[in-house]
């Protein structure tokens, strides 16, 4: 039983490239969530999915699109990178409906240049 | 604006002491809360939630909710080193949590 598991651990991307993130989970939850971590800001969640083919933005949704692809993944992708998004990523997920616990995979650290 | 608002410290407590961790909320809608750990370079970790004014312990831990004063706390008895990390207070509103920026906890031996 891995958890929630995440890919890659570090990228490096110059401006204006784009890349996917990817998520998984192995515990069966309805409900995935992509937040960001930034010093001294703790973490802001930019896109949640509620359920399998359903999502909606979060508190800092621009820049960013996710794909719900099913139940176990939820994927984010970065269409033009910029130096602002150079953050670490954190992947989510809960059984919403009952407890509302959140459990998050290792992270992606991720630098623009 | 629904703010988690967190003392970021570093808050330093001797090994085997009590050490308090304080959080204010401003979603009155937050039905849910938790605490959670974060060592330097890690995911943050579940260490308790509570979802009813009042107390909550687990083991050396106890939570703490007072929705009157929009207050959550967390007690951590007789501390320990491995207990040093960042603490994140977060509230859940409707698939919306949200986290304090965390108190750094340091414990001394």
């Known amino acids: 039983n891995a958890g929630v598991t995440q890919t890659p651990k570090f990228q490096v991307l110059k401006t204006g490239q784009s890349m996917t993130l990817q998520c998984a989970q192995d515990m069966n939850h309805n409900s995935m969530y992509w937040y960001r971590q930034d010093p001294g800001m703790g973490l802001r969640l930019i896109y949640y999915?509620?359920?399998?083919?359903?999502?909606d933005k979060g508190e800092v949704p621009n820049g960013y699109n996710v794909s719900r692809l099913n139940k176990r993944e939820f994927s984010l992708r970065l269409e033009s990178a910029a130096p602002s998004q150079t953050s670490v990523y954190f992947c989510?997920?809960?059984?919403?409906?009952?407890?509302?616990?959140?459990?998050f995979g290792p992270g992606t650290r991720l630098t623009v240049t | 604006q629904k703010e988690v608002e967190q003392n970021s410290g570093p808050l330093s407590v001797p090994e085997g002491a009590i050490a308090s961790l304080n959080c204010t909320y401003s979603?009155?809608?937050?039905?849910?809360f938790f605490w959670y750990r974060q060592y330097s370079g890690k995911s943050p970790e579940l260490i308790m939630s509570i979802y009813s004014n009042g107390d909550k312990e687990d083991g050396r831990f106890t939570a703490q909710l007072n929705k009157a004063s929009q207050y959550v706390s967390l007690l951590i008895r007789d501390s320990q080193p491995s207990d040093s990390a960042t603490y994140l207070c977060a509230g859940y509103n409707n698939n919306d949590m949200r986290f304090g920026a965390g108190t750094r906890l340091t414990v001394k031996p």
């Open positions: 999915s509620a359920s399998e083919g359903t999502t």
């Open positions: 989510a997920s809960s059984e919403t409906g009952t407890s509302y616990e959140q459990y």
């Open positions: 979603d009155r809608g937050s039905q849910s």
